[in-house]
């Protein structure tokens, strides 16, 4: 079954979808953790969002450096 049909099947069922991403008071928390020194993962684990979203807020924040802004 193609994703976009099992996507199609849960809008027409209202069934919440993930939240994207981190809001903004999330995401100083994230940063404030980070600079605790909690990892991504945990703080991921802590506000419920995979790890990616708290490095592109960490990111954001310029606490850590984007790999695909190198140059390379």
Known sequence: MHRATVFSHLRRRNVPSRRPGLGIDEK??????????????????RMGVHRTA???????????MDDASDGS
Do not use: F, P
Request: proline share 0%; charged share 25%; aromatic share 0%.
């Open 54 to 64: 708290v490095r592109a807020a960490l990111v954001e924040a310029g606490l850590i």
């Open 28 to 45: 100083a928390e994230a940063v404030r953790l980070a600079r605790a020194g909690v990892s991504m993962r945990a703080i991921g684990r």
